[in-house]
Nanobody, 125 residues
């Protein structure tokens, strides 16, 4: 059984930082891209960041570029999202996701087929 478990969410003031972690288990995640998505109340889920397996290439949504950093540890099957300079509009449930991806470029957002349960991030103004 594949499992993705997020941790590290919480309440932070605007301008603060949080670090989210995603731990994958149940299979070997070689050649799997890892991504982070978020969903705010009343809004659709949106892409935040992704990192590929082999080259650890990273991709970001424009709204978080320069503030968020995604990383992964292939030996530990983990993927982290460091979030700095947080804004109230970053408030959302953050989800970790995975997909098999060996091509170049940003992994297609529609093909993520493993998902975590989500972790709440709340940024107060």
């Amino acid at each position: 059984q594949v499992q993705l478990v997020e941790s590290g969410g919480g309440l932070v003031q605007a301008g603060g930082s949080l670090r989210l972690s995603c731990a994958a288990s149940g299979r070997t995640f070689s050649n799997y891209a890892m991504g982070w998505f978020r969903q705010a109340p009343g809004k659709e889920r949106e892409f935040v960041a992704a990192v590929t397996w082999r080259n650890k290439s990273t991709y970001y949504a424009d709204s978080v570029k320069g503030r968020f950093t995604i990383s992964r540890d292939n030996a530990k099957n983990t993927a982290d999202l460091q979030m700095n300079s947080l804004k109230p509009e970053d408030t959302a449930i953050y989800y970790c996701a995975a997909q098999f991806w060996v091509d170049a470029g940003n992994p297609p957002r529609s093909r993520y087929n493993y998902w975590g349960q989500g972790t709440q991030v709340t940024v107060s103004s």
